[in-house]
């Protein structure tokens, strides 16, 4: 990181460059004390304590000689400045009240931040495709900063945008101008102290539009921030939880990128959800505990006319706002693609109301969003991580089953549809089971133009009443009693019978979901 950006993350009034030329570029923190033997300071910001003023000037030639890339002295007189500059070194000042140890966390708080995203810019589709989806969520203009505040990513934009934001968009680095009145309003601090979604008021006289902030983290330590500047519009309803999922994902973005080898959380999630994966080896790549009782659900698009390429594109809009919206939910929410589908493996007990009210903002944002319709089967809860193939299973026979009336739903509201569609898959994979008097009934349909399948149907769902059935046909109820008497002739079956009309109606189902069935979501 370039030392002008660590003062700039820093701040005044701890420090003061009084080498105004000097920019190196600062890899490290080091103590240098008088009483100790210094070391290699190569490239770093050396604090030299237990001297103040001209006594310091041995020890900035001797970090200098050492590699150093600066040193912060306190109470550095203007002439020391001097001795720095000829020694090739940049020299801080530091303000007498600053203690040593605030001065090192903070320095390292801020170089370790840079380093995790250090080199991500040129790998950062994953970043852009988020700071994307954060813009449409939120309804304005995203970035997102590391902690030396160099623009990692940022959304395409239409709409206005202020002077802070085109500066920062242009140098990859917010202004210094800018960046010190935010530290003097709190902002930055407010940033690193928690995770809360800062709220900064517009500033007509200064070219600052409103904006919502929240930092980078990975537990205590500030990796970032994402900024959005709202735009003629004000925010989204829920622009400040679509920002702190948004801020979760990019932490495990830039923690990804640090550790560079390994699969990435998507493919281990897909992997724990088809069973491929160890459950313990995902628990341990991701951090959670093996034993955590989890719930899966399971997301697809429902579209008239698919074409190709803009399923694809839905798919891909639908797997980074569901991470969006779930991780700012729950924390610990896993989120992968497989097939035409997209899953959410969410630790964790919880009221299952609760995660239907979730789901269902979550399956509507969605839909908006996408502008096709999307819905979403919620598994059964599972004791630990080791059983979500189950729940995914479940899940996926949720949405399945699903119809046209429902957007959301849970194994329970639909356990004799499940039940019903499990049954008609049993006989579709296994002709043999099949009893053919009941094919000679499509086929006699299909070469006289009768209608005797679905008459016999309607009277078999109407349990034999012959005037449900003409009602649901709009016909006579003579013409139900005929057609069920010519069926009857027609292929032999006995439908006095119970479990022979049981089997015949399971058949007649069958042959009608697999005629009128619409081209499989799951793809």
Not at 25 to 48: K, N, S, T
């Amino acid at each position: 990181m370039r030392l002008r950006q660590l003062l700039v993350a820093i701040g005044e009034p701890l420090v003061e460059l009084r080498t105004p030329e000097a920019d190196p570029i600062v890899r490290g923190v080091a103590i240098l004390d008088p009483d100790d033997e210094p070391g290699g300071f190569e490239g770093e910001l050396v604090l030299v304590i237990g001297v103040r003023g001209r006594e310091a000037a041995r020890f900035v030639r001797a970090a200098a000689r050492r590699g150093a890339a600066a040193v912060a002295v306190k109470d550095a007189p203007v002439d020391l400045a001097g001795t720095a500059a000829e020694a090739g070194i940049a020299l801080l000042a530091v303000a007498p009240g600053v203690r040593w140890d605030q001065l090192e966390t903070l320095s390292r708080q801020v170089l370790d931040g840079a380093a995790l995203t250090d080199g991500v810019q040129s790998e950062s589709g994953d970043l852009f495709a988020l700071a994307q989806t954060l813009a449409v969520l939120t309804g304005g203009s995203v970035s997102v900063e590391d902690a030396g505040n160099r623009v990692l990513a940022y959304s395409r934009s239409d709409d206005e945008v202020d002077e802070l934001r085109r500066l920062s968009i242009l140098g990859w680095k917010g202004p210094e101008s800018y960046l010190a009145l935010l530290r003097e309003w709190g902002v930055f601090q407010r940033l690193r102290d928690g995770e809360e979604v800062v709220r900064i008021d517009e500033r007509p006289e200064l070219g600052i539009r409103r904006r919502l902030a929240v930092g980078i983290r990975a537990g205590n330590q500030h990796l970032g921030t994402v900024w959005v500047q709202q735009g003629r519009e004000p925010f989204a309803e829920r622009a400040e939880s679509a920002l702190l999922g948004g801020a979760r994902l990019a932490a495990l973005h830039l923690l990804r990128h640090r550790s560079g080898a390994g699969r990435s959380r998507q493919e281990l999630v897909t992997g724990l959800l088809d069973g491929s994966t160890s459950a313990d080896l995902v628990a341990g790549q991701l951090g959670i505990e093996p034993a955590t009782p989890a719930t899966v659900v399971a997301f697809a698009v429902r579209e008239t006319e698919p074409d190709q390429p803009a399923h694809e594109l839905h798919l891909a809009e639908m797997l980074t706002m569901v991470s969006v919206h779930l991780t700012s939910y729950r924390r610990g929410a896993l989120v992968g693609g497989d097939g035409a589908r997209v899953y959410a493996v969410l630790p964790g007990a919880g009221s299952l109301a609760g995660l239907v009210n979730e789901v269902t903002q979550v399956a509507g944002v969605l839909t908006r969003r996408t502008g096709v319709r999307v819905q979403a089967g919620i598994g059964s809860p599972v004791p630990s991580l080791r059983d979500v193939v189950r729940s995914r299973s479940e899940a996926d026979r949720v949405l399945d089953a699903i119809g046209e009336r429902r957007d959301v739903a849970t194994i329970a509201d639909l356990r004799a549809e499940v039940l019903l569609g499990e049954t008609l898959n049993l006989l579709e994979a296994n002709p043999e089971l099949r009893d053919p008097a009941v094919d000679a009934l499509s086929a006699h349909d299909a070469e006289h133009s009768s209608e005797l399948v679905p008459t016999l149907l309607a009277y078999l769902d109407a349990l034999g009443d012959v005037r449900a059935a003409a009602t649901a046909l709009h016909v006579h109820p003579n013409t139900v009693r005929h057609r069920v008497r010519r069926a009857a002739a027609v292929s032999g079956i006995d439908l006095g019978d119970p479990r022979e009309r049981l089997a015949c109606h399971l058949q007649l189902l069958l042959a009608v979901t697999t005629r009128a069935a619409p081209a499989d979501v799951r793809g």
